[in-house]
């Protein structure tokens, strides 16, 4: 698939025309048209990362061969999971998550470790809980 053909696929999905993506972007409709259309092949790399920008996705999305659209892996993809590929804040968790497999680590001891990670979070919330009410109930003692 072509970086043009990346650039019309994804710009589709977010329901934008050619002219709304030149505004959000910065990047002329002419240059958009013509990338869509193969007649400019190679857009410098401003030009990607405006348009990447633009579509909420990193700009190695147009470069990469295995990345793919939500549309064309869709019948594998929940629509939420979709959207969280989607933007372009995601991309710290999803190299996280590519880091954990590359290195071995399951998809159980991640969720062992976000469980572990959760019940860390309810016990300092349940903790502070507590000593709310212990200082109030101090404050309470103290007037009497």
Do not use: C, Q, W
């Amino acid at each position: 698939m072509t970086i043009g053909d990346k650039l019309k696929k994804m710009r589709e999905l977010r329901k934008l025309s050619i002219s709304e993506l030149a505004r959000i972007s910065k990047v002329h409709r002419t240059t958009i048209h013509a990338i869509e259309y193969g007649r400019f092949n190679h857009p410098g790399i401003g030009t990607i990362e405006r348009l990447a920008h633009a579509l909420k996705v990193s700009p190695l999305y147009f470069f990469e061969e295995r990345v793919i659209t939500p549309l064309e892996a869709i019948d594998k993809i929940p629509k939420d999971l979709a959207e969280f590929l989607l933007r372009e804040e995601s991309l710290p968790y999803l190299l996280l998550s590519k880091e954990a497999s590359e290195r071995g680590i399951s998809a159980e001891t991640l969720e062992k470790l976000i469980l572990i990670l959760r019940e860390e979070k309810m016990s300092k919330s349940e903790k502070e809980l507590e000593y709310a009410r212990n200082y109030d109930k101090e404050l309470r003692r103290k007037k009497i």
